[in-house]
């Protein structure tokens, strides 16, 4: 050794061994996740596990701490995060909203010259009109782009749950009343999303269908309903995907927190379904957080120091054992090694805002429904100038609102869009219209978001001149809602006597003039059609389309695109039709703390169909500009052991080019329990098809798509018996049927016994 002087020997030979101490200190990456987790303090086990929205209690002794600060401020908006523990090589992952596109914040620090927008893409009942998993994948793909050239690791979407009733507020953000559409349509998105290298959470896991009280509510529901409704559609989509996390609801399954139910998230989810990533709250959801470890829900967002604290002591005092919050551990950190933020990405914090826009745009023409076309008013034809009634016609919205919205550079307004496609607005009601908004804009409240202004009310005189001078009525209706309150009947649901009366009044004097009147409905969720319809030539249902909203909606009105969207979610004559009108949202009346759902599994179609109940616009209805003949049903076998190919021919039969879905429903024997008459079993789209064009389309069916769960001895079943297989263009416009056997009861799964019901509910059985 050189002659040092003492203390700088003692001092060298401290940092030999600090050096030589961090190399031997586990690295996430260099070493095994079991490794990593062995050198694990408790301390920052219990902090890994809760997110790291808020600064630890105790900044010094948390090693994350100082990068939470640095991770808030990586992506500014985003809804939370997860702790980073550097001395293992642990970074923070980024966690952000929601189903219609990147949530975060798009100015910062006050400077508009450098501008974080996201494309606000279709909402998710649009997508699921459009009956096409390749489009909705396309859309994936574009959406995880920019999920993850903003730097964010995991986008919360998509939402998968069922439309049980219209007044959900977020039904917007969910796709169907149907399992099979619902998850398939998840799974092409969660493709699409993930193939970007970054990670989704699908939500909110489960039976979360109201926001009344959406934090506290019990939902009493039967294994049955649970099993193949509203869980059915999670497991299409996580077979179909592998969604890197799995996000809680907020609501009870009969008596317990989703996010403290072992059976739900353990023996269902991972050891049924082998569900592979990890499993969050929803933002504060459930109550006993060392519950939620049990339980195996591994991350609590957005999370507070208390919450570690409670896990450290439960820990320390045996009421969680560390082979369970190991297990949590390991479930994230299996993510974090798959992270953007743990390869080092560089985000550009500029992805291809033009180009996504056109994806929007295409994607909303596919998914919009032509409801009613009489005398074939659409597509326009001779049609120059238009009368653009309607707030929503000026103010349209492309998406609902709470943590589904997205912060978008701009809007097309149905007024818009017809510009640029060459349409004439008439500038007397564009006028009226957008002083009215402004006014109305100039008086609400700043700062917060202002309800939307009552319908303006144009006069009659205005009208009845406007009927003279322009070529058509257009009339655009809108609703909106979101996160954290349902939709009110009188007010949301149904039309007000005032625009109804505004819609008689306008389709008098245009028809008075032997001209056309077309409405467009920008709407999240399905609303009350009766009578005003009958004012309407043409109906076009263009539900929330995103940010091209005017533009996409000019595209099929003009007939540049012919729609082909079909509804995945039925449109009942009124209101208490709907199954679940009597137990919706729940008792107590007005604060209600449980829900049952004494519909059991009879949801929508299902519902309608096997207690013959006529609905306004049935599952599966969609017009188009064209006709299609479906013929030629085939099946490979008529005796069905495990698979069977059904393959029938469409052809387009009418005049211009279009695309037709096919709906494979099966009715099925009920020989030992009820059953629905019919169930949506496959379905497919045909490609663009010239006038006189045909495709062949072909759907697999295997035995366990057929099966039914039996709760008695928890096993899903396939009767023996004759089934018949219909191929339709609706669920109640079937246009070829055959049938075929199972020649014996066939149990295809046999699952654990779960869900308990505290209580006894009557339920709904079929005939
Ligand atoms: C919503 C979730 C959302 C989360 C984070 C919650 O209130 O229910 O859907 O992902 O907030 O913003």
Not at 208 to 223: A, G, K
């Amino acid at each position: 050794m050189m002659n040092l002087p003492k203390p700088i020997v003692v001092l060298a030979m401290i940092s030999c061994s600090l050096t030589s101490f961090a190399q031997t200190v586990p690295q996430l990456g260099k070493n095994s996740v079991k490794e990593v987790i062995a050198a694990m303090t408790l301390e920052e086990k219990a902090t890994l596990v809760v997110g790291a929205s808020k600064p630890p209690a105790n900044q010094s002794t948390m090693a994350g701490g100082a990068m939470i600060g640095a991770t808030q401020a990586k992506v500014p908006g985003a809804a939370g995060n997860t702790a980073a523990i550097p001395r293992l090589g642990i970074p923070s992952m980024v966690l952000s909203d929601g189903p219609a596109g990147v949530r975060i914040q798009p100015i910062r620090n006050g400077d508009s010259t450098k501008t974080y927008y996201a494309t606000a893409f279709p909402v998710g009942t649009l997508l699921a009109s459009s009956w096409d998993p390749a489009l909705v994948n396309r859309v994936g793909k574009a959406f995880g782009n920019e999920v993850l050239e903003y730097g964010v690791d995991i986008l919360l979407a998509p939402g998968v749950n069922i439309h049980r009733n219209p007044l959900n507020g977020r039904n917007f953000e969910y796709y169907s009343e149907d399992p099979l559409i619902a998850g398939t349509m998840a799974g092409a998105i969660i493709n699409g999303v993930q193939s970007n290298g970054v990670g989704t959470s699908i939500k909110h896991f489960a039976a979360n269908n109201q926001e009344t009280n959406r934090t506290t509510i019990n939902t009493l529901v039967s294994e049955r309903a649970l099993r193949e409704i509203y869980l059915r559609g999670f497991r299409i989509a996580i077979a179909a995907s592998n969604p890197w996390t799995v996000m809680s609801s907020y609501n009870k399954i009969n008596g317990t927190y989703t996010a403290e139910r072992h059976d739900l998230i353990t023996t269902v989810l991972r050891d049924e379904w082998h569900f592979k990533g990890f499993v969050m709250t929803d933002w504060g959801g459930g109550r006993n957080w060392v519950d939620e470890m049990k339980a195996g829900n591994d991350l609590i967002e957005p999370g507070r120091p208390s919450q570690t604290q409670a896990i450290i002591s439960a820990v320390q005092h045996d009421s969680l054992s560390v082979k369970a919050l190991d297990e949590n551990v390991e479930h994230i950190l299996n993510i974090v090694l798959q992270s953007p933020s743990f390869k080092h990405y560089q985000y550009s914090n500029k992805p291809d805002l033009k180009a996504h826009a056109e994806i929007s745009r295409q994607a909303a023409t596919e998914g919009m429904v032509l409801l009613k076309n009489d005398d074939h008013t659409l597509p326009l034809k001779g049609v120059k100038v238009i009368a653009a009634f309607g707030n929503a016609s000026y103010n349209t919205i492309a998406g609902g609102t709470g943590s589904g919205d997205v912060n978008k550079a701009y809007v097309v307004s149905v007024r818009q869009g017809l510009d640029n496609a060459g349409y004439i607005c008439d500038a007397g009601l564009t006028y009226d219209y957008t002083t009215y908004l402004k006014q109305e804009k100039a008086k609400a409240p700043a700062g917060r978001r202002a309800p939307a202004p009552a319908e303006f009310m144009e006069s009659e005189e205005m009208i009845n001149k406007r009927s003279g001078s322009t070529d058509i009525a257009l009339i655009t209706i809108g609703r909106n809602a979101g996160e954290g309150s349902d939709r009110n009947l009188q007010t949301n649901y149904n039309l007000t006597d005032a625009e109804k009366q505004q819609i008689k009044k306008i389709a008098t004097a245009f028809h008075h003039q032997g001209k056309k009147v077309v409405i467009v409905l920008n709407i999240g969720g399905v609303i009350d059609m009766n009578g005003w319809q009958d004012d309407a030539d043409a109906i076009l249902l263009a539900w929330q389309p995103g940010l091209e909203a005017g533009n996409a909606i000019a595209d099929v009105l003009s007939g540049k695109v012919n729609p082909s969207g079909k509804l995945a979610t039925t449109f009942p004559v009124t209101y208490t039709d709907v199954p679940s009108a009597k137990n919706f949202p729940g008792t107590p009346e007005g604060k209600p703390e449980q829900v049952i759902y004494q519909e059991g599994i009879y949801v929508g179609y299902r519902y309608y169909d096997t207690f013959n109940v006529k609905p306004q616009y049935e599952f599966g209805y969609g017009l188009s500009y064209t006709n299609f003949s479906i013929s030629g049903l085939k099946l490979n076998t008529s005796t069905m052991t495990k698979n069977l190919t059904a393959a029938v021919s469409v052809k387009n039969t009418g005049g211009v080019a279009g695309k037709q879905v096919v709906q494979i429903y099966v009715s099925a024997p009920a020989k030992s329990i009820d059953k629905p008459v019919q169930e949506l079993r496959a379905f497919g789209k045909t490609k663009l098809l010239q006038p006189g064009e045909s495709q062949v389309l072909t759907f697999n069916i295997s035995v366990n798509d057929l099966a039914s769960y039996h709760t008695a001895q928890s096993e899903w079943i396939t009767d023996a018996g004759k089934y018949t297989l219909k191929a339709g263009a609706s669920s109640r416009d079937i246009k070829q049927a055959a049938v075929f056997t199972v020649p014996a009861p066939i149990v295809t799964e046999n699952d654990h016994k779960a869900f308990e019901l505290p209580v006894e509910i009557s339920e709904l059985k079929g005939k």
